[in-house]
């Protein structure tokens, strides 16, 4: 669905089996009016999927579309063909009602532009798809429409034009070389740490896959990430890519948890093109890759690893000085030993000179 200027488009692409289409968020059901696409044949509906064909340049087919109203009064439907793209987020979409097809849609011829469809009824409307003989080998993608124009106010109160779409996908293989072929692009990385510094972080990567061939592709994304001298290099695998038309692209984003915060980490962003379908590749395709680096400062373990720098030195230093104070003690108690012992040796000489003085008196008075 797009809001162009005063114009909005609903757009439901259906397979084989009809359903009411998707009115614009602003707009509300277009009367309860319910219609159905379909691929058919001149008896009804066959169960196809899809217009699926596989033509040489400047051949014709003829077909036909069954469009079915399920309401209960007649519809006037604009039936036309367009191109189908690609969109961002991987879906298959076709071009505005207002823009010009120049691929597949423009290759569709209808009787005419309009159709009326009575109230419970389907017509099986022939049409005819002409392949241009210049037209480039491989797979070309649209669809053929039924669409309702009514009016409805949007948020602000303004009357804008809503087209309420439903259509059958168009899947057409030019006959030629086939050239399949991705490439991934515009790799952007980013490494969240985890407040556990025994615990890794989570690696997010989200890179742009673009379809450079010529055939419709899907494919796995796969993540590589390795610090210097591919230290902790761990690898994970993405979602499975939805079909992406050639030259389509589409971003996808894949996260990888559990990687350790190596300072710098080498990233490698790769995906393995593969068939869509029953379709064969030969030769197989080269994975198409891209590199980046990113920043994983390991912060917690860093600051882990000052804790237990400063609890080390706390402890080596509560050591030396509990051993300084050892020391202090043992000298003080070696230097009270040493003026003890002179002190009992002053009081020893003082005794014996004593003794001398009394012994020599004592010999003087004989």
């Known amino acids: 669905m797009r809001l162009f200027v005063a114009i909005a488009t609903g757009i439901v692409l259906l397979g084989a089996a009809p ?23 001149a008896k009804g509906p066959n169960g196809r999927p899809a217009f699926t064909y596989k033509l040489d340049p400047g051949a014709t087919v003829t077909d036909y579309v069954a469009v079915t109203n ?24 076709l071009l505005a009602g207002g823009q010009k097809p120049t691929d597949v849609g423009a290759w569709v011829r209808f009787t005419g532009g309009t159709v ?9 409307i022939p049409f005819t798809l002409t392949v241009p003989n210049n037209a480039t080998p491989g797979d070309h993608a649209g669809g053929i429409v039924a669409s309702l124009a009514s009016t409805a106010a949007d948020a602000q109160g303004n009357q804008v034009a809503v087209d309420h779409r439903v259509g059958a996908r168009i ?4 006959s ?14 980013r490494h969240t740490g ?48 939805p079909e992406i038309l050639p030259g389509g692209e589409l971003t996808t984003t894949v996260r990888m948890t559990g990687v350790p915060p190596l300072f710098r980490l080498t990233v490698n962003a790769a995906v393995t093109p593969a068939a869509v379908g029953d379709q064969v590749l030969d030769p197989q395709p080269q994975s198409g890759t891209a590199r980046a680096t990113a920043w994983a400062v390991p912060w917690p373990q860093l600051a882990l690893l000052v804790l237990l720098a400063l609890g080390g030195w706390a ?25 003890e012992a002179g002190r009992q ?16 008196g004592a010999a003087r008075r004989r």
């Open 19 to 41: 359903a009411p289409p998707t009115p614009a968020p602003s707009a509300p059901p277009a009367s309860a009016a319910t219609w159905g696409v379909a691929p058919s044949s």
């Open 70 to 93: 399920h309401s209960t009064r007649p519809l006037t439907l604009n039936l036309y063909a367009s191109d189908a793209f690609t969109t961002a987020q991987g879906g298959f979409d």
């Open 116 to 124: 009326t469809i009575p109230s419970t009824s389907r017509l099986d």
């Open 171 to 174: 899947y057409l293989r030019v």
């Open 176 to 189: 030629g070389e086939l050239q399949p072929a991705m490439t991934v692009e515009n790799l952007q990385v």
């Open 194 to 241: 985890s407040l556990n510094p025994l615990a890794g972080g989570t690696l997010t990567a989200t890179f742009t896959v673009r379809n450079t061939g010529n055939v419709r592709l899907t494919g796995r994304p796969t993540l590589t990430a390795a610090g210097p001298f591919g230290l902790g290099r761990r690898s994970t695998d993405g979602a499975a890519l």
């Open 315 to 339: 402890l080596i230093a509560a050591r030396r000085r509990r051993a300084r104070q050892l020391a202090r003690a043992v000298a003080a108690a070696r230097e009270e030993g040493r003026s």
């Open 345 to 360: 040796t002053e009081r020893a000489s003082e005794d014996g000179e004593v003794a001398a003085s009394a012994a020599t």
